[in-house]
């Protein structure tokens, strides 16, 4: 009989109002628990916060040691005069002062632990920071044990093109990652093409990988159907839905301007169709204002939506959409995989043939487009019409994909490689 793990998670934040991928590292955690792990979970969130039948630790911020001091002089220096100390110091030191203290304040608050004796420890993290990671870095006595997850290419130089940016201090940034897989147990993947594509650089992530699907959560109030509260959702109408920010390689004019071909292909569907961009699109203001002012059935949310809004959306609209950068290769799973999963509608996907998200659906899955593809987005978009006319309550119907994302499959892989 295989023993009931014990496991110490370390994570930056457990705040799912926090970003898209603590949302994420929210949901492994409470799947972990869900399948009979025994969790202790400390964070960083800087505030008392915890996780419903849990046990979680808060960690102090350490104070009044030198990089916290300099730290604070930074952010005062540059309050004063708009001088910016950081690409400074990280050239000269790989990492901010910021860093470095977080770092040595999430080592201070593990050292004290005495009792909880973990099979495991996982590490979190969010961004590109991997303050966690750098503290049980510090602590050899759990490399052993060590479960590092990467949740994106670092440093920010490893991404695909058209990711195009160089990090101060790069090459320390790339040996920590070095050294990271050197000494870790295994290095956790949310995505099969992120293991290939950092083990590339890095070969111990090849040897020791493990792929752990983004987790669709099992809980009513995640799945919750309720009419949205929004006064611009429409519920009776044919709705597309992008919801989360749209970073700049991430452009949304295919997808606007296949909607607004759609629109003159089938006329009769003005009166009853929406396209809905809820989150961040400072990038693209300008372009998404001349458009909101073409088309009438175009709504772009001004700024950030609650995400308990968005889910509700999420799950009401006709069809969600996952827009992806124009690249060759797309290594990540989106973190609204697995909702738009859970939600149970069709999904357009705009991406690169090479993908995670696509290598999930499958090659053949029918409603994917390159994103500046206006025709095939057009096509698509004219297809689930069709479909939605006879049949307004349209399915995703992947039981095989909800199962990839699932608890079950979680503890399958898991259990496979840490409680054999």
């Given at each position: 009989m295989k023993k009931s793990l014990k496991i110490l998670v370390v994570v930056e934040s457990i705040d799912i109002n926090d970003s898209s991928g603590i949302k994420g590292r929210v949901a492994l955690i409470r799947n972990m628990a869900q399948v009979?792990?025994?969790l202790r979970v400390y964070h960083y969130t800087r505030r008392n916060i915890s996780l419903s039948g849990i046990d979680c630790i808060a960690i102090p911020e350490q104070k009044w040691t030198l990089n916290y001091i300099f730290g604070k002089f930074q952010l005062l220096l540059r309050r004063l005069t708009g001088y910016n100390l950081n690409p400074w110091v990280e050239r000269k030191r790989g990492f901010s002062f910021a860093f470095f203290n977080d770092s040595y304040s999430i080592k201070k608050a593990l050292e004290k632990e005495k009792d909880f004796e973990p099979d495991w420890v996982l590490t979190l993290s969010k961004a590109a920071s991997f303050r966690t990671h750098k503290a049980v870095l510090a602590i050899p006595k759990w490399h052993q044990k060590w479960l590092a997850y990467v949740h994106d290419p670092y440093?920010?130089?490893?991404?695909?093109?058209?990711?195009?940016?160089?990090?101060?201090?790069?090459?320390?940034?790339?040996?920590?990652?070095r050294d990271i897989s050197k000494k870790m147990a295994y290095g956790i993947f949310p995505s099969k093409l992120l293991m290939e594509w950092m083990g590339s650089y890095y070969p111990d992530f090849l040897e020791r990988g493990i792929v752990v699907p983004h987790q669709m959560l099992n809980s009513s109030n995640e799945n919750k159907s309720d009419i949205p509260k929004s006064s611009f959702f429409k519920p009776a109408y044919f709705s597309i839905l992008h919801a989360g920010s749209l970073?700049?390689?991430?452009?949304?004019?295919?997808?606007?301007?296949?909607f607004q071909q759609f629109l003159r292909n089938f006329p009769e569907a003005a009166g009853h169709s929406q396209l809905l961009l809820i989150g961040k699109q400072s990038y693209f203001e300008d372009y998404l204002l001349k458009k909101k002012n073409e088309i009438s059935q175009l709504y772009v949310s001004e700024g950030y939506v609650p995400y308990e809004e968005v889910r509700t959306i999420q799950n009401c609209v006709s069809v969600n959409v996952i827009l992806e950068a124009k690249s060759e290769i797309s290594p990540f799973l989106p973190?609204?995989?697995?909702?738009?999963?859970?939600?149970?509608?069709?999904?357009?996907?705009?991406?690169?043939?090479?993908?995670?998200?696509?290598?999930?659906?499958?090659?053949?899955?029918?409603?994917?487009?390159?994103?500046?593809?206006?025709?095939?987005?057009?096509?698509?978009?004219?297809?689930?019409?069709?479909?939605?006319?006879?049949?307004?309550?349209?399915?995703?119907?992947?039981?095989?994909?909800?199962?990839?994302?699932?608890?079950?499959?979680?503890?399958?892989?898991?259990?496979?490689?840490?409680?054999?």
């Open positions: 009979g792990y025994t440093p920010m130089h490893f991404f695909p093109r058209p990711y195009t940016w160089v990090q101060f201090g790069y090459l320390d940034k790339q040996e920590f990652f970073m700049k390689p991430r452009n949304p004019k295919g997808l606007v301007e296949g973190g609204k995989f697995p909702h738009c999963v859970a939600a149970n509608k069709p999904i357009i996907h705009l991406g690169p043939k090479v993908s995670e998200t696509r290598r999930i659906l499958g090659e053949n899955y029918p409603y994917w487009a390159e994103i500046e593809d206006t025709e095939e987005i057009a096509k698509i978009i004219s297809l689930l019409y069709q479909r939605w006319c006879e049949n307004n309550n349209l399915k995703l119907n992947r039981p095989d994909v909800a199962r990839y994302l699932s608890a079950d499959t979680l503890k399958e892989i898991l259990n496979t490689y840490l409680n054999p």
